[in-house]
C-alpha cells in the first residue's frame, strides 16, 4: 500500500484524480487513509489475478474507460523499483547505521524494497536478517 500513499499524495498536491483499485480484504484503516489523502478508492473482490473482478482488471478497465488516465502499476516495473532500492536506500541505511546492520524487516508491497535491499547488503555484508512483512490485502 506504500505505492498507493505515495501517488495519492503526489496526486493531490498536484490536483489530479486518484482513483485506486484494491484488494477486498485492505484493512479498513488503510481504505480510510487513502481517502483521507484525497484518493477514489474501489475495493474490489479478493480473487485470483486471472479473474476478470481483480483489483489490477479493475484499474485497467477504469484506464482504458477514462479520458486522460493514466495506469500506474508498480508490478510492471519491477527490475526498476528494485535496482532504485539497490542504489539508494540500502547505501542510505548502511549510511545512517555506519555499516553495523544485522537485520532489515520491511513492509510488503511488491518486493522491490527488500529484493534491493538484499541484494546491496550481500555484497556488503554477509550476516544480515531480511524479513518482509505483507500485510493483509
Same mark, same amino acid.
Given at each position: ?7 495519492? /499524495?503526489?496526486?493531490? +498536491? ?17 481504505? *480510510? ?13 479478493? $480473487? ?15 484506464? *482504458? *474507460? ?6 500506474? +502499476?508498480?508490478? !510492471?516495473? /519491477?527490475?526498476?523499483? +528494485? ?15 555506519? &555499516?553495523?546492520?544485522?537485520?532489515? $524487516? =520491511?513492509? &510488503? !508491497?511488491?518486493?522491490?524494497? /527488500?529484493?534491493? $535491499? =538484499? ?15 505483507? +500485510?493483509?490485502?
Amino acid at each position: 500500500m506504500a505505492v498507493g500513499i505515495g501517488l495519492a /499524495l503526489m496526486t493531490a +498536491s498536484r490536483g489530479y484524480r486518484c482513483v485506486l483499485t484494491v484488494p477486498g480484504t485492505t484493512d479498513e484503516h488503510m481504505l *480510510q487513509l487513502l481517502r483521507t489523502l484525497g484518493a477514489e478508492v474501489i475495493p474490489c473482490p479478493a $480473487v485470483p489475478p486471472t479473474d476478470e473482478q481483480h483489483y489490477i482488471r479493475e484499474a485497467q478497465r477504469a484506464a *482504458q *474507460q477514462t479520458a486522460g488516465a493514466a495506469l500506474l +502499476s508498480p508490478c !510492471d516495473h /519491477l527490475d526498476e523499483n +528494485s535496482h532504485c532500492h539497490h542504489d539508494t536506500t540500502a547505501p542510505e541505511i548502511l549510511r545512517q547505521t555506519d &555499516g553495523l546492520l544485522d537485520a532489515f $524487516v =520491511c513492509a &510488503g !508491497d511488491t518486493g522491490g524494497a /527488500l529484493a534491493g $535491499v =538484499c541484494l546491496y547488503t550481500s555484497t556488503q555484508r554477509t550476516a544480515v536478517l531480511r524479513v518482509e512483512e505483507s +500485510s493483509r490485502g
